[in-house]
């Protein structure tokens, strides 16, 4: 090819390339002109949902779905992406009533979102549609169209979808931006959605909310027999005890299966003084660990001071982040563990209440909550229908199988369901799950299994304070409390 003809057809590919350019900003700015009243119940239907958005389509528009689906999720509302054709076989269990479903599709024909679209409405599940034809048949089948239509595609053919996603991908971006506005989602709510990034960092997990205090902290007098420190351990579920001398100032730790160590040589240790607050960000209290670290050859230099909380584990809040699912036993965990009778035989439960708000907060998050037993009770029905709980299992001599039932039936996995227990029988469950708990009342070969052994009691707020840790770990107990005030 010669220079003349390399100079020529330079100069068209920059002229088709401005072209292109040029239509696919014609066709987002055409869309200003035609944002009404449907935009507005848009985000109103979105913000009045209880569940998640659901989006979806195929093609091209399944691309930009599954992008707009990352958008909403990391600005403040829960969402995920469903392939069409894949819902029409089986992912269309993950899809609840308590859902809003925003399919995207340009010609508001695609086969497959239509297939699934009168299934997802029979559950109850709203649905808004983002199409280029206000006369198609998904923006009929609608609860809100949003009207994303262009005048024409940048491809010369006029057949590659081009301006038409970018109108759609634009059009998703709005409706991300004005939830998170009316969400009133700010830098921090955007750092705790992006932990990898330095925001997220600096930003995050604060002391005060991963931490352990009081009682709750294992420890044993310096003095201690290494039986008295193996029984600490298992108490308190946390595979170490801090070793306190006689005025109660923290001077070493043992873990198990490890010698004592300098209580300035342990990364978790939590210290006032030098600083650190308890509402100090975690960040700033590693460092100081780090430091802590780099002293350990000069032990003259430690200061004891009493301890005041241990860490969660990262790993475990982790855990609780993906859950989708939370299953809790009934006797010893939802009750104090005693059965009660009456002169007829009939069995009686009794249920604490702030246990059940706790279920139904944690529900109202978007953490969807059922109950497992292996025996049944007339009780346990009435108690779950009036928490608005429909997953329930009873008289499950099974609870394995038991648990993969309710797993099956949320649409979720095992790594996306918790559940809590308190003895020997829950531990084949408590193997599977992706979050563990157990009430303080639990043997010692359960507690040793479990991510989190709480420290309220079961049938006195165990339950609640798990809920409570979910949605912490989360980032859904303020908004909760904030629902509870309006």
Same mark, same amino acid.
Do not use: W
């Given at each position: 090819m010669n220079d003349r003809s390399k100079k020529a057809n330079s100069a068209s590919t920059l002229e088709l390339a401005r072209k292109v350019l040029a239509i696919e900003a014609d066709a987002i700015t055409g869309l200003i002109s035609r944002l009404d009243e449907r935009f507005l119940d848009a985000v109103g239907l979105i913000l009045a949902c209880r569940g998640r958005v659901v989006v979806s389509g195929v093609g091209k528009s399944g691309h930009i779905a599954r992008k707009i689906a990352s958008t909403l999720a990391s600005t403040g509302t829960p969402a995920f992406f469903v392939h069409a054709a894949e819902a029409a076989h089986g992912d269309l269990g993950m899809i609840t009533r308590d859902d809003v479903m925003l399919a995207l599709s340009n010609s508001g024909q695609s086969e497959e979102l239509?297939?699934?679209?009168?299934?997802?409405?029979?559950?109850?599940?709203?649905?808004?549609?983002?199409?280029?034809?206000?006369?198609?048949?998904?923006?009929?089948?609608?609860?809100?169209?949003?009207?994303?239509?262009?005048?024409?595609?940048?491809?010369?053919?006029?057949?590659?979808?081009?301006?038409?996603?970018?109108?759609?991908?634009?059009?998703?971006?709005?409706?991300?931006?004005?939830?998170?506005?009316?969400?009133?989602?700010?830098?921090?709510?955007?750092?705790?959605?992006?932990?990898?990034?330095?925001?997220?960092?600096?930003?995050?997990?604060?002391?005060?909310? $991963?931490?352990?205090?009081?009682?709750?902290?294992?420890? $044993?007098?310096?003095?201690?027999?290494?039986?008295?420190?193996? $029984?600490?351990?298992?108490?308190?579920?946390?595979?170490?005890?801090?070793?306190?001398?006689?005025?109660?100032?923290?001077?070493?730790?043992?873990?198990?299966?490890?010698?004592?160590?300098?209580?300035?040589?342990?990364?978790?240790?939590?210290?006032?003084?030098?600083?650190?607050?308890?509402?100090?960000?975690?960040?700033?209290?590693?460092?100081r660990c780090d430091r802590n670290r780099r002293a350990r050859r000069c032990p003259q230099h430690a200061r004891s001071v009493p301890r005041q909380g241990h860490l969660m584990r990262e790993d475990v809040l982790e855990r609780m982040r993906r859950l989708r699912l939370m299953i809790f036993d009934v006797d010893g965990v939802l009750t104090d563990g005693t059965l009660y009778f009456s002169e007829t035989g009939a069995e009686l439960k009794a249920f604490n209440a702030r246990d059940g708000h706790g279920l139904k907060m944690l529900r109202e998050s978007g953490v969807d909550v059922a109950i497992l037993s292996a025996r049944r009770s007339r009780a346990v029905e009435v108690r779950a229908a009036e928490l608005g709980i429909t997953l329930v299992e009873q008289g499950a001599a099974d609870k394995g199988a038991a648990f993969e039932r309710l797993v099956s039936r949320a649409g979720t996995s095992a790594a996306a369901a918790g559940y809590m227990g308190d003895d020997v029988v829950d531990l084949p469950v408590l193997a599977r799950c992706g979050f563990a708990a157990a009430v303080p009342e639990a043997p010692d070969i359960v507690r040793e299994r479990v991510h989190h052994v709480t420290r309220a009691s079961g049938g006195r707020g165990a339950a609640r304070e798990v809920c409570e840790l979910i949605m912490r770990a989360q980032d859904t107990l303020e908004r909760a409390i904030a629902r509870e005030l309006t």
């Amino acid at each position: 090819m010669n220079d003349r003809s390399k100079k020529a057809n330079s100069a068209s590919t920059l002229e088709l390339a401005r072209k292109v350019l040029a239509i696919e900003a014609d066709a987002i700015t055409g869309l200003i002109s035609r944002l009404d009243e449907r935009f507005l119940d848009a985000v109103g239907l979105i913000l009045a949902c209880r569940g998640r958005v659901v989006v979806s389509g195929v093609g091209k528009s399944g691309h930009i779905a599954r992008k707009i689906a990352s958008t909403l999720a990391s600005t403040g509302t829960p969402a995920f992406f469903v392939h069409a054709a894949e819902a029409a076989h089986g992912d269309l269990g993950m899809i609840t009533r308590d859902d809003v479903m925003l399919a995207l599709s340009n010609s508001g024909q695609s086969e497959e979102l239509l297939t699934i679209i009168p299934m997802i409405k029979r559950r109850g599940a709203k649905l808004i549609a983002l199409t280029g034809n206000t006369d198609s048949a998904l923006a009929g089948e609608a609860d809100v169209h949003l009207d994303a239509r262009v005048a024409q595609e940048a491809c010369p053919l006029n057949l590659a979808p081009t301006a038409s996603t970018t109108a759609a991908l634009a059009l998703g971006d709005a409706l991300a931006i004005a939830l998170l506005d009316a969400r009133g989602f700010d830098e921090k709510d955007f750092a705790r959605a992006h932990p990898g990034g330095a925001l997220g960092r600096k930003l995050l997990t604060h002391v005060s909310d $991963v931490m352990r205090t009081g009682n709750d902290v294992p420890r $044993v007098s310096d003095d201690f027999s290494f039986s008295a420190a193996l $029984v600490e351990i298992s108490r308190k579920g946390m595979g170490m005890t801090a070793i306190l001398d006689s005025g109660g100032k923290v001077v070493g730790i043992f873990t198990r299966g490890h010698d004592p160590q300098p209580a300035h040589d342990h990364p978790a240790q939590a210290r006032r003084r030098g600083g650190r607050a308890d509402g100090a960000p975690q960040d700033q209290s590693a460092a100081r660990c780090d430091r802590n670290r780099r002293a350990r050859r000069c032990p003259q230099h430690a200061r004891s001071v009493p301890r005041q909380g241990h860490l969660m584990r990262e790993d475990v809040l982790e855990r609780m982040r993906r859950l989708r699912l939370m299953i809790f036993d009934v006797d010893g965990v939802l009750t104090d563990g005693t059965l009660y009778f009456s002169e007829t035989g009939a069995e009686l439960k009794a249920f604490n209440a702030r246990d059940g708000h706790g279920l139904k907060m944690l529900r109202e998050s978007g953490v969807d909550v059922a109950i497992l037993s292996a025996r049944r009770s007339r009780a346990v029905e009435v108690r779950a229908a009036e928490l608005g709980i429909t997953l329930v299992e009873q008289g499950a001599a099974d609870k394995g199988a038991a648990f993969e039932r309710l797993v099956s039936r949320a649409g979720t996995s095992a790594a996306a369901a918790g559940y809590m227990g308190d003895d020997v029988v829950d531990l084949p469950v408590l193997a599977r799950c992706g979050f563990a708990a157990a009430v303080p009342e639990a043997p010692d070969i359960v507690r040793e299994r479990v991510h989190h052994v709480t420290r309220a009691s079961g049938g006195r707020g165990a339950a609640r304070e798990v809920c409570e840790l979910i949605m912490r770990a989360q980032d859904t107990l303020e908004r909760a409390i904030a629902r509870e005030l309006t």
